[in-house]
């Protein structure tokens, strides 16, 4: 075994799991803030240190997580320190790391859930090149006053389209959380995206 696969994970893993874990969550309640999960976890490259942090706290031996590119050294790292395992399998996936080309088109793969079970959908980590000072959307919805602006560098072509559809269909359908260095930026379901 490699150390690049041992290397990197939560110094204290309780404490840095609870903080990664409370960040999302903090950014999941407040859509369009951004988590600071710096000092957390460092990753292989290319997964951003956000990215780390979200899949060492969330993932679990229960949680099979997809790769759109391959990610063998972070795979390997993922597996080691969670025990989850990486799936070809795209709809039985619980959490999905894209590339960070990865076209929108192709996320309607991933799993939405059931009308029994919403719950049982995929949360998709994108990585960006920066959470700030690219494409300006607005957002509103349930945890947002009134509305409030992003501007992420590096999204698809199709993303507010996509994920309008993907809105339309709650309570089904992804959560999605936008990951640069050891930022992120949740944008769940529920949130509407409007272009400037």
């Given amino acids: 075994m490699s ?10 893993p309780v404490f840095g799991s609870q903080r990664a874990f409370r960040a999302l969550m903090d950014a999941f309640a407040r859509p ?18 956000a990215a780390g942090a979200i899949l060492l706290s969330l993932a679990d031996a229960d949680t099979p997580v997809f790769f759109e590119t391959d990610m063998l050294d972070a795979k390997a790292w993922v597996g080691f320190h969670t025990g989850a395992t990486a799936t070809t399998d795209a709809p039985s996936a619980r959490f999905v790391h894209l590339a960070d080309n990865s076209d929108c088109t192709g996320w309607s793969r991933f799993a939405v ?7 049982r959908s ?5 990585p960006v090149a920066d959470l700030r000072g690219g494409q ?37 359908g992804f959560d999605l959380v936008l990951v640069s ?13 409007q272009e400037a």
């Fill in 181 to 193: 260095g050891d930022e992120a930026l949740a944008l769940p379901r529920t949130t509407r995206i």
């Fill in 3 to 12: 150390l690049t696969t041992v290397d990197g994970g939560f110094a204290e």
């Fill in 122 to 126: 995929a949360t998709l980590l994108l």
């Fill in 136 to 172: 300006h959307l607005t957002l509103s919805g349930p945890g947002i006053e009134t509305t409030t602006d992003i501007g992420p560098q590096g999204l698809p072509a199709c993303f507010a389209d996509f994920m309008a559809a993907n809105r339309a269909g709650f309570p089904l």
């Fill in 32 to 49: 369009g803030s951004v988590a600071d999960l710096s000092d957390l976890a460092v990753p292989p490259a290319p997964m951003s240190p």
């Fill in 113 to 119: 859930g059931t009308a029994e079970y919403p719950d």
